[in-house]
Each structure stands twice: as structure tokens, then as C-alpha cells.
């Protein structure tokens, strides 16, 4: 297979001639109507029908006892890692293979994030690799996971459900209530994916969802806290409500809190846009599929496919080159004629502000970091 006929296939795939994007947002419902709204009552800002309306309905589309609007993503998973009581020195497990913002939350507390590799066919956290890892270097002692050679406390366990595609997550979930880890689900790519028919995002403590413009639906910014505990839910809104009492006039604040609110008419936006969220997820997973006939049976671009058992909101779609020199090749090709790719992230191990942090080698990360491939994912018209 040429180049070339790649560079075709999505060009005829979203019917244009013009460079094809990675990932756009899409807006053909109720988006301009609720901003109206929004502008005519005069509730623009932090307080408004659609907060409680986009979380009560988010609630209700992911099975979450609670979800909890706030500013972004990154602040979702920085916010869920405080409520599960990470403090500074603390350790936090997480994969290398993942997006800066997973690891910049575990830094704002001055926790240590420590990479444990991923599995090639989920493109996640690893849960063999994670038992390895517990099983060599941490032990329990009064409750408490400690690494053994660092002596710092092993807090909590940060998978991250790549492109979309589900993380073996009920066997992560075991292990981390197996060894005292708090479960913190990076579900900022992964809204409408289901792991077993349960959605993403509700197997730890906190599951946080990105509403960034790149993402399947999008707020402009914004992310969420999913809970399936209600009461810890309702700590995570008073929290970024700058830990305000709610009171008629009253100005009375009981711990040092965060401006963090999504503001309404973003949650505005996310209403809109969760209306259409169904039908956004299928024409995805048929765009996937389009992809999928015509990878079929090539060896050098072997088109990722959602894991077993899992419904993929095929966030990104994904292809796996032969190694990092042909991927590169086809990077200039494609960006050279009008179809946007991308590589994966630099592994977070590579980077300086993370380069000294304790890994497990990552191999297949380091595998996959080569060789994937991201190609256009929009909804098509
Ligand atoms: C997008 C993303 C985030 C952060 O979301 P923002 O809303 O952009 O802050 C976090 N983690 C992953 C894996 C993401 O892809």
C-alpha cells in the first residue's frame, strides 16, 4: 500500500479535497439556542439552570452517583487526586504512554508519578505489569502501600483510557483494592466508551472527562469529576466552589478551597452537545470501521481496534507503523498532502521534568511510541 492511497481514502472518507483535520468539534443542535439563554437570563457565569443540568445528566448517561462540572480536565484529575487524599511525597502509579496532563496534575501536589508500562492491545495501563511492579517493590503495612526502596506511600493508581479505547479495568480495580490504592480513572478521552456496558470513567473513587474543543463533545473548555460515591461528589463541588457554605449572604469558607466552576454557558455548550453525543460515538465507530476494511490485511499499518468487550468511542483512530523510521515517512507524506496526522505523545519518561522519576522499563511503550500513527477522527457530516 502507497502513501498515496491512504492520502486518497480519507480525503473520499470525509468527502473533501481540502486538508482534513485530526479532530474537530461539531455543532448542529441546540448549541446557539442555549447560549441565548444563557445571555438573556443574565446567567453567563458560575452559577446557573445548566451546571446542575449538565451534571445531573451526565450523571445519569454514565451510571455515576454524582458529576461535578469544573474548568478543565487536567484540574478534574488534580482535584480527584487531592479528594483521594494524595499529599505531597506520595507516590502515584500511572502509564508513560498518556497526554502531559495526567502527570502535570500528580506534580501540583508534589507527588511522584511512577511509570509502569502499558499493553499493546489496549494501548493502557497494564494490570500484569502493574502486580509486577507491586509485587517486587511495595509492601502493606497497617493498610498502607509503601514502595520498599523509596519508603514514600503508594496513594493512588492513575490508568488512562487511550484514544478511548478501555484499559483492562476491572482488573486494575482489583488490584488496586488488592494492595490499598486509590483508583483514579484518566477518562479525559474516553466519554461514550463502555468497558462491560459500564462506562468509563465510573470504577475508581473519581473517573475525570476533558469537554476540551478536541475532544468527542466539548464545552470550549471544561472537564468533570464522575463519583461513585455521592457524598465525595458533593466534597469535590464544595472544593472548587472556593469551599464556600452556601448561605443567603453569608461569606463563610471552612477550608482553603478553588475557583474551579465551569462556568453556565460552557455547561450550556456540554448540554447541547451531550443531545447529540450518541450519534457522534456511532458515526466515530463507523468512520473506525472504514478505517478497519481498509487496513485490513496490510502488515505495515495494522489499524487499532477497540479490545475486546469494550465499546470504543474511537476518539483518535489509531494505525501501528513498522517501526519509527516509516513512520516518520508517512508523517511528512500525509501532513505534505492534506491529511492531518500525528504521532503519539513523547513518552512522559523521556521528559525532563520526568526523566528522573522511578519506571518499569516500559517497553511497550516505548514499542508503541514508534509506531503509532493518529489519523483524521471527526464526526463526519
Ligand atoms: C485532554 C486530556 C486531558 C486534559 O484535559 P483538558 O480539558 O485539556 O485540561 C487529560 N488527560 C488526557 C489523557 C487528555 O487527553
Redesign the pocket.
Known sequence: MEFKDITEFVHRLYGTEETVPLSVPRFVGNEKKYLEECIDSTFVSSVGAFVDRFEEEMARYTGASRAVVC???????HMALMLCGVERGDEVLTQPL?????CN?VSYIGACPVFIDVDRDTLGLSPSALKAWLEKNAKVEGGVCRNKKSGRRVKACVP???FGHPVRIDEIAEICSEWGLALVE?A??SIGSFFNGRHTGTFGEVG?I???G??TITTG???MMLFRDAELGAKAKHLTTQAKIPHRWEFRHDSVGYNYRMPNINAALGCAQLEHLEEFVESKRRVAAEYAGFFDGQEDFVFFTEPEGCRSNYWLNAVILKDRTSRDAFLEYTNDHGVMTRPVWELMTDLPMFEHFESDGTPNARWLADRIVNLPSSVRP
Do not use: C, Q, R, Y
Open positions: 474548568v478543565n480536565g487536567t484540574e478534574a484529575l498518556t497526554f502531559i496532563a495526567t496534575a488512562m483510557h487511550t484518566d479525559a478521552e475525570a476533558s469537554f476540551n478536541n475532544k473548555g471544561g472537564g
